[in-house]
């Protein structure tokens, strides 16, 4: 019988709060320690979540809070440094996306894994959403035929805070982008060989706010990302276009459309409707993904190398906007 886990969060803001409340809902573990750069703030979350110890960074909930895994959620500007001290304390660690500002940081990390031995989970939650893994697991049994075209689209209102500023990790493209490389990557299960990218950048904060971009895998597949944070509502779809049908998945209206001509049940355009919250199933999924990872103690299914090779996009894309040209990804592994 496996006691129970003792967990640990470092960052109590916005995500924090929902990782504390989804971690709530799960058997076999326990939060017994939070940390904040800001004290006041780190106190009232303790307080509010029934919290043991609250501390003001995370060293001091390292070297005293006794805990046998951790979750990190500060800002992308921070994801790095702290994740790398938390591996380094031997801690199995769930890093929030992108886990790292940029690849040269996320290759520290890659190495941090490996000298520690510590395992790291990178949170792309979006995997564990019921129409996306419904996607993934229908296109693994080629009901599409053969994949061409991918399109994928985001779209929220003005990002705040640190998002808007670039030092700190900001833009849209490491916020929300991030989300729809991953599964991209995941989806096509092939290397991205080259991106073709535009980006408007928002004319007060200075940071990326409309960003549009070609992937070319290796398989000769073609994906479309479009990005902005000018939308006047949330939008996140992925739609896939092969030689025997597409699939379409909306997250906010929760369905995936199937259309398949090797399947007679979807033999005309189906549209699969899920019933649950599109939001914390797909969080708790996630969460129950790590913590069964450190019990079973294997890697868990989205690792360091998935949050690098999202990143070498990243900078990719950013690349192919300045030169105004397509730019060749240069991998790490
Ligand atoms: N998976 C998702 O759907 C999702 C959703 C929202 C945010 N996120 C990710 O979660 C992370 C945090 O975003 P957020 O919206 O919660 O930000 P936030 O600003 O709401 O909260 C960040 C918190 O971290 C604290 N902090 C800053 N530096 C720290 C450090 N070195 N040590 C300890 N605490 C520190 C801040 O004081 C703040 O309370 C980001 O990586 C973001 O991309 C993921």
């Known amino acids: 019988m496996v006691r129970e886990l003792s967990m640990g969060l470092i960052g109590c803001g916005n995500q924090g709060r929902t990782l504390s409340t989804v971690l709530g809902r799960i058997d076999g573990c326990k939060l017994i320690a939070v940390a904040d750069v800001n004290e006041t703030i780190a106190k009232r979350f303790a307080e509010e979540f029934k919290v043991k110890n609250y501390y003001r960074d995370h060293y001091e909930l390292l070297e005293k809070g006794n805990v046998d895994a951790v979750l990190i959620a500060v800002p992308h500007f921070a994801l790095k440094n702290v994740s790398i001290d938390c591996?380094?304390?031997?801690?199995?660690?769930?890093?929030?996306?992108?886990?790292?500002?940029?690849?040269?940081?996320?290759?520290?990390?890659?190495?941090?894994?490996?000298?520690?031995?510590?395992?790291?989970?990178?949170?792309?939650?979006?995997?564990?959403?019921?129409?996306?893994?419904?996607?993934?697991?229908?296109?693994?049994?080629?009901?599409?035929?053969?994949?061409?075209?991918?399109?994928?689209?985001?779209?929220?209102?003005?990002?705040?805070?640190?998002l808007l500023e670039e030092p700190k990790g900001g833009g849209i493209l490491r916020y929300l982008g991030v989300h729809l490389i991953d599964q991209v990557l995941w989806m096509i299960g092939s290397r991205a060989e080259?991106?073709?990218?535009?980006?408007?950048?928002?004319?007060?904060?200075?940071?990326?706010?409309?960003?549009?971009?070609?992937?070319?895998?290796?398989?000769?597949?073609?994906?479309?990302?479009s990005l902005t944070m000018r939308a006047s509502k949330s939008i996140d779809s992925v739609e896939v276009i092969g030689s025997e049908g597409h699939m379409k998945s909306e997250w906010r209206d929760n369905y995936l459309l199937v259309h398949s001509s090797k399947m007679i049940e979807y033999a005309n355009p189906t549209t699969i409707r899920f019933m649950e919250d599109s939001t914390y199933p797909m969080f708790e999924r996630e969460l129950r993904e790590f913590i069964a990872s450190v019990i079973e103690d294997r890697t868990p299914s989205i690792n360091v190398l998935d949050g690098l090779r999202v990143l070498e996009v990243v900078d990719a894309v950013l690349e192919s906007a300045q030169l105004k040209r397509a730019v060749k990804i240069p991998h790490y592994s």
């Open 87 to 162: 591996l380094e304390a031997g801690k199995p660690t769930f890093v929030e996306k992108p886990m790292a500002k940029n690849s040269i940081e996320a290759k520290e990390l890659v190495e941090a894994v490996e000298r520690s031995g510590a395992k790291l989970m990178v949170g792309y939650c979006q995997r564990f959403l019921a129409s996306r893994s419904l996607m993934k697991n229908f296109l693994d049994k080629g009901i599409v035929g053969e994949v061409y075209l991918v399109l994928a689209v985001k779209g929220t209102g003005l990002l705040r805070g640190w």
């Open 194 to 225: 080259e991106v073709l990218a535009e980006v408007n950048v928002h004319p007060t904060f200075g940071v990326d706010e409309t960003v549009s971009f070609i992937i070319r895998f290796k398989n000769s597949v073609l994906a479309s990302l």
